[in-house]
């Protein structure tokens, strides 16, 4: 029996697949939806204050799925989450262990959202159904998800925090970035990015545009997004932008999902 060695002519042939010799393999990864809008219902701004500010919301959800914009909903989780985050700390829960119990809630708001969603094609899907949403969306659906990434027991801690670095706003960022969509969009209860809290300081002004660096420079006490997705807009390769509109007022939602540049937008 002959023991030559037959070797496929490839670019991976004699690679080490840990090196960076960026002339062996041409990778030129694809946006697979770039034209999908990829938003969530924040929790405790929208969905805590119940159907007086949500309904509005899901009705200019579906009139831009009437128009043919296809959406991709995830939720947050709001004041029963950061209950969780409370009690687990207090316990001394590893942040793993956070991670997990806190994904339950917005996984409930998400449930309940599909509901509402329901007779206008609103199907929730686990992370593990994700690769089934261009199917979902071209039958006409608005898949509803939840904003926590499935990371669970195997999140990273944050310094000085015991709190799970990656939540809500991480999740929807990383759907954005994943599908290829251009652009996030945060629904929330204010204009968008302001100089400070806005609830707390009159004085506040809203930033209209800024760029990710700026805004870190800037370190405002005050953030409308988690940190991190702040940190990674910049090494994003298709979600470049995140956008913030105000949910409470009305049509603020359809224009932000026509693409148009109301609220605030965070520019990588």
């Given at each position: 029996?002959?023991?030559?060695?037959?070797?496929?002519?490839s670019?991976?042939?004699g690679?080490?697949?840990?090196?960076?010799?960026?002339?062996?393999?041409?990778?030129?990864?694809?946006?697979l939806?770039?034209?999908?809008?990829?938003?969530?219902?924040?929790?405790?701004?929208?969905?805590?204050?119940g159907?007086?500010?949500?309904?509005?919301?899901?009705?200019?959800?579906?009139?831009?799925?009437?128009?043919?914009?296809?959406?991709?909903?995830?939720?947050?989780?709001?004041?029963?989450?950061?209950?969780?985050?409370?009690?687990?700390?207090?316990?001394?829960?590893?942040?793993?262990?956070?991670?997990?119990?806190?994904?339950?809630?917005?996984?409930?708001?998400?449930?309940?959202?599909?509901?509402?969603?329901?007779?206008?094609?609103?199907?929730y899907?686990?992370?593990?159904?994700?690769?089934?949403?261009p199917?979902?969306?071209?039958?006409g659906?608005?898949?509803?998800?939840?904003?926590?990434?499935?990371?669970?027991?195997?999140?990273?801690?944050?310094?000085?925090?015991?709190?799970?670095?990656?939540?809500?706003?991480?999740?929807?960022?990383?759907?954005?970035e994943?599908l290829?969509?251009?652009?996030?969009?945060?629904?929330?209860?204010?204009?968008?990015?302001?100089?400070?809290?806005?609830k707390?300081?009159?004085n506040a002004?809203?930033?209209?545009?800024?760029?990710?660096?700026?805004?870190?420079?800037r370190?405002?006490?005050?953030?409308?997004?988690?940190?991190?997705?702040?940190?990674?807009?910049?090494?994003?390769?298709?979600?470049?932008?995140?956008?913030?509109?105000?949910?409470?007022?009305?049509?603020?939602?359809?224009?932000?999902?026509?693409?148009e540049?109301?609220?605030?937008?965070?520019?990588?």
């Amino acid at each position: 029996m002959s023991t030559d060695r037959r070797t496929l002519p490839s670019a991976l042939s004699g690679a080490t697949l840990t090196g960076h010799d960026a002339s062996s393999i041409d990778y030129r990864p694809v946006a697979l939806m770039p034209d999908v809008r990829v938003v969530k219902i924040g929790g405790q701004s929208i969905l805590d204050r119940g159907r007086a500010a949500l309904f509005p919301v899901l009705d200019e959800i579906i009139a831009a799925r009437k128009e043919g914009i296809q959406v991709v909903v995830l939720v947050g989780g709001g004041t029963r989450a950061r209950h969780i985050y409370s009690i687990a700390s207090e316990l001394e829960m590893p942040v793993g262990v956070m991670a997990t119990l806190g994904k339950y809630i917005p996984m409930q708001n998400g449930r309940m959202v599909q509901m509402l969603l329901a007779r206008h094609g609103g199907l929730y899907i686990l992370p593990d159904d994700f690769e089934k949403l261009p199917l979902y969306l071209s039958l006409g659906c608005t898949p509803v998800m939840s904003g926590m990434p499935p990371f669970g027991y195997w999140e990273k801690r944050e310094a000085g925090s015991r709190i799970p670095p990656h939540r809500t706003d991480a999740g929807v960022f990383l759907s954005a970035e994943f599908l290829g969509a251009p652009r996030a969009i945060f629904i929330k209860d204010e204009d968008g990015l302001y100089t400070d809290d806005p609830k707390k300081d009159p004085n506040a002004t809203l930033i209209p545009r800024i760029s990710a660096a700026e805004l870190t420079a800037r370190d405002l006490p005050d953030v409308v997004v988690e940190r991190v997705v702040v940190e990674y807009l910049p090494r994003a390769r298709w979600c470049k932008e995140l956008q913030i509109v105000n949910g409470t007022k009305p049509g603020e939602v359809l224009r932000a999902l026509r693409h148009e540049d109301n609220g605030t937008i965070i520019h990588a």
